[in-house]
């Protein structure tokens, strides 16, 4: 499932009629961003297990885990931030 087009995107904002409508955009965007690196951590991982521990594709799959990690908590440090603005 690819990101939205920036046209997508713009349609969106453009035709949101209030802030709270926005936040929801928001929301999905970032849900489907962490659906889409879940599922690109998943093929990262099922790489590293078929590479050769300590060979450069095991390493560079490594990082590549640790990088989706990190960007996934990115994320859920946003939702949160929005959930707190809402309340």
């Known amino acids: 499932m690819p990101f939205p087009s920036r046209r997508e995107r713009d349609s969106?904002?453009?035709?949101a009629p209030g802030p709270?409508?926005?936040e929801l955009g928001v929301e999905?965007?970032?849900?489907?961003?962490?659906r889409e690196i879940l599922e690109a951590c998943r093929e990262a991982c099922?790489?590293?297990?078929n590479a050769e521990e300590?060979?450069?594709e095991w390493h560079k799959r490594t990082g590549?885990?640790?990088a989706y990690a990190?960007?996934?908590?990115?994320?859920s440090q946003l939702q949160d931030?929005?959930?707190e603005q809402e309340h």
Do not use: C
Not at 12 to 15: L, M, P, S
Not at 46 to 49: F, K, N, S, V
């Open 12 to 15: 969106v904002w453009r035709n």
């Open 20 to 22: 709270g409508e926005r």
């Open 28 to 34: 999905l965007t970032l849900d489907r961003a962490q």
């Open 46 to 49: 099922e790489a590293r297990r």
């Open 54 to 56: 300590g060979t450069p």
């Open 64 to 66: 590549e885990i640790l």
């Open 70 to 75: 990190r960007m996934t908590n990115v994320f």
């Open 81 to 83: 931030a929005i959930h």
